[in-house]
C-alpha cells in the first residue's frame, strides 16, 4: 500500500541550530515528492519538491531535503531554525499519472525554544 | 494570481443543517482536490476533478457529501446533513493536469454543534 510515514509527531530544537525532519514512504510508481509547512490557522504552503534529477533539492526559506531511493526517505533539513519556522511540516508523494492527487504523512509539529 | 480562495474561512452550524464550502482554483488550473484536515485522520483525499469531471470520490466518506464543479473556476463540498464528526478544517487545492504538485487555499475550519 501507498504510505508515507514522518516518525516525529512533535521536534523541539533550540534557535539557530540545525533541524533534520524526517520522512519515509512507500509507493509503487516513481514517487515525486514535497514538503509543505502549515502555520497555525494557515494553509499549506509548499516549501520544495523533488521530481528527478539531483537528490539535494533546495527550497523556500532556507529549507533543503535529500532523496534517497535506497532508503525509501526525503528528509527536510535546514543548517539553523529560526523562531519564525515553528510550524507543522508534512511530507507527501504523488505522480503526475495521478496529478495533484497527493498521500500525506501525518505531519510533524515544530517547536523553537529562544 | 491570487491563489486558491476558499469560502467561508470559518463556519459554525448546527447538526443537521446543510453546509456548503466553496472554493475557486487557479486560474488556467484543471485539477482540483478536496482535503479534509482532522487530528485523528490527518490530511485525506476526499475527491478531486480533472477536466471539471469527478475522478475519484472513493475519499467521500458518506453519502451526506456531494462535491460539484460545474466549470473551471469554481466548486462545491456540500454536508447535508452536518454531524459534529464532521468538525475539521477542509482544504481545496489545484493544479495542472498531469503534474503532481498541488497548490492549497487556506482552508474552511467547520465547526458542527
Known amino acids: 500500500a501507498q504510505s508515507v510515514t514522518q516518525p516525529d509527531i512533535h521536534i523541539t530544537v533550540s534557535e539557530g541550530a540545525s533541524l533534520e525532519l524526517r520522512c519515509n514512504y512507500s509507493y509503487g510508481a516513481t514517487p515525486y515528492l514535497f514538503w509543505y509547512v502549515q502555520s497555525p490557522g494557515q494553509g499549506l504552503q509548499l516549501l520544495l519538491k523533488?521530481?528527478?534529477?539531483?537528490?539535494l533539492v533546495q527550497g523556500i526559506k532556507g529549507f533543503e531535503a535529500e532523496f534517497k531511493r535506497s532508503q525509501s526517505s526525503f528528509n527536510l533539513r535546514k543548517p539553523s531554525v529560526h523562531w519564525s519556522d515553528a510550524a507543522e511540516y508534512f511530507c507527501?508523494?504523488?505522480?503526475?499519472?495521478?496529478?495533484?492527487?497527493?498521500?500525506f504523512g501525518q505531519g510533524t509539529e515544530l517547536s523553537v525554544k529562544p | 494570481d491570487a491563489g486558491v480562495i476558499q469560502s467561508p474561512r470559518h463556519e459554525v452550524t448546527e447538526m443537521g443543517q446543510e453546509v456548503t464550502l466553496r472554493c475557486k482554483p487557479i486560474?488556467?488550473?484543471?485539477?482540483l482536490f478536496w482535503y479534509r484536515q482532522t487530528m485523528m485522520r490527518g490530511l485525506e483525499l476526499l475527491i478531486y476533478f480533472n477536466n471539471n469531471v469527478p475522478i475519484d470520490d472513493s475519499g467521500m466518506p458518506e453519502d451526506r457529501f456531494s462535491a460539484k464543479m460545474p466549470n473551471a473556476s469554481f466548486s462545491t463540498l456540500k454536508i447535508q446533513p452536518s454531524e459534529p464528526r464532521d468538525s475539521a478544517v477542509y482544504f481545496c487545492?489545484?493544479?495542472?493536469?498531469?503534474?503532481?504538485?498541488?497548490?492549497f487555499g487556506q482552508g474552511t475550519r467547520l465547526t458542527v454543534v
Open positions: 507527501a508523494v504523488g505522480s503526475d499519472n495521478q496529478g495533484g492527487k497527493l498521500i
Open positions: 487545492a489545484s493544479s495542472l493536469l498531469g503534474r503532481a504538485e498541488a497548490f
Open positions: 523533488y521530481f528527478s534529477g539531483d537528490t
Open positions: 486560474s488556467g488550473h484543471n485539477s
